[in-house]
């Protein structure tokens, strides 16, 4: 991204300006003054305040003007799609799972029907990542769950419908409410559905968009509706502010550790 200079100022009415050149083209978005509402209880901040609504519409605003998360897709099929997700997740560096995507797609390992045991196999062996070798978790659970779900997946029907289609991957084994979002986000670039993950459920609890008690396992289609509701009323697509707002948390994860002592 080739942002040069951002600034913002208030106006006499009371609203936030914020003013950047965004590849050589000046260009200016107004926003609520922090102590508006975006959402009962919840007001816009400052947009030069982390992790507020207004800060989240300002980033968001500037990356949509040079198209930074505008694609998402990690396969070019639902199969391969499915695959990326499932090899990564909870507990798995992103770097890790991708590599072990790309190991086994590589070796044309996500087409026909591959055993469990050469899945597990080609997992099990060491990945270098930044110079340094890298085990992947689980293999054997890992191998179990793709080799059946690439069985089933080969045969099945795509409903058009963004959210029908992630509860019908729910159906398949490994995949919860979590990785089937993801598939579906990257593979439609949809902002029917969102992917809550420990990043999202800390943004969103930072703003008082979530509360404490929120668990994904147990309320993860209500945590899902209020995320919505939030990117609706910045004005943001819900795929763009998820891929936003994990990126920025990942990278940001030692000052969000600090807010949580």
Excluded at 70 to 87: D, F, N, P, Y
Excluded at 152 to 173: K, N
Excluded at 175 to 181: R, Y
Aim: include cysteine.
């Amino acid at each position: 991204m080739k942002v040069i200079g951002l600034h913002g100022r208030w106006s006499k009415s009371r609203v936030q300006i914020l003013y950047a050149e965004q590849t050589g083209v000046p260009s200016r978005l107004v926003l609520p003054a922090p102590d508006a509402y975006v959402l009962p209880g919840i007001a816009w901040g400052h947009f030069t305040h982390l992790f507020t609504p207004a800060f989240w519409r300002g980033q968001a605003w500037q990356h949509e003007a040079v198209g930074t998360y505008r694609s998402h897709r990690l396969g070019r099929s639902l199969i391969e799609e499915m695959a990326a997700c499932l090899l990564g997740g909870f507990g798995m560096k992103a770097e890790l799972g991708l590599a072990a995507y790309a190991r086994l797609r590589d070796r044309g390992l996500l087409t026909g029907t591959p055993s469990q045991a050469r899945l597990e196999a080609q997992l099990s062996e060491p990945f270098l990542l930044n110079g340094r070798l890298r085990r992947y978790r689980f293999p054997r659970q890992k191998a179990r769950f793709l080799v059946t779900c690439l069985q089933r997946l080969s045969q099945f029907p795509e409903p058009p419908d963004d959210v029908a289609l992630r509860d019908q991957l729910t159906t398949l084994p490994g995949i919860g409410l979590k990785t089937a979002s993801w598939i579906v986000r990257n593979c439609r670039a949809s902002n029917a559905v969102a992917i809550i993950d420990i990043h999202i459920l800390r943004a969103g609890r930072l703003i008082g968009l979530f509360g404490a008690s929120h668990d994904p396992s147990r309320h993860y289609r209500d945590l899902e509706r209020r995320f919505l509701d939030l990117a609706a009323a910045i004005s943001t697509p819900a795929s763009t502010l998820d891929a936003l707002i994990w990126d920025y948390m990942r990278r940001l994860s030692p000052i969000v550790n600090r807010v949580y002592r």
